[in-house]
């Protein structure tokens, strides 16, 4: 059974940064995507960046392109989002997510993923 486990959640002011880790275990993740969605109260939960765990391409959604930052490490089984430059409207809950797929399509809406962590506090204050 897949197990995701986030971490590095906070409180930070605005423009200051915050790294978020997502440790995966229960599964080998060569076809899987991990990513980042966030949930705002009152919003849905949102994309906001994935890897694919074979090869490292890396996707951004445009709210957070130049900003953020994806990374895994394989040997580790690990993914971090570095999260730079926040802004107030970066608060929100942050999940890991991890999508089986045999293709190199990314899906961004969050019932096509497969599995969740129990998500990560972060807030930014103005």
């Known amino acids: 059974q897949v197990q995701l486990v986030e971490s590095g959640g906070g409180l930070v002011q605005a423009g200051g940064s915050l790294r978020l880790s997502c440790a995966a275990s229960?599964?080998?993740?060569?076809?899987?995507?991990m990513g980042w969605f966030r949930q705002a109260p009152g919003k849905e939960r949102e994309f906001v960046s994935a890897?694919?765990?074979?090869?490292?391409?890396?996707y951004y959604a445009e709210s957070v392109r130049g900003r953020f930052a994806i990374s895994r490490d394989t040997a580790m089984n690990t993914v971090w989002l570095q999260m730079n430059s926040l802004k107030p409207e970066d608060t929100a809950v942050y999940y890991c997510?991890?999508?089986?797929?045999?293709?190199?399509?990314?899906?961004?809406?969050?019932?096509?993923?497969?599995?969740w962590g129990q998500g990560t506090q972060v807030t930014v204050s103005s």
């Open positions: 890897i694919r765990w074979s090869g490292g391409s890396t």
């Open positions: 997510g991890a999508r089986y797929t045999g293709s190199i399509v990314l899906r961004t809406r969050a019932h096509d993923w497969d599995y």
């Open positions: 229960g599964r080998t993740f060569s076809r899987y995507f």
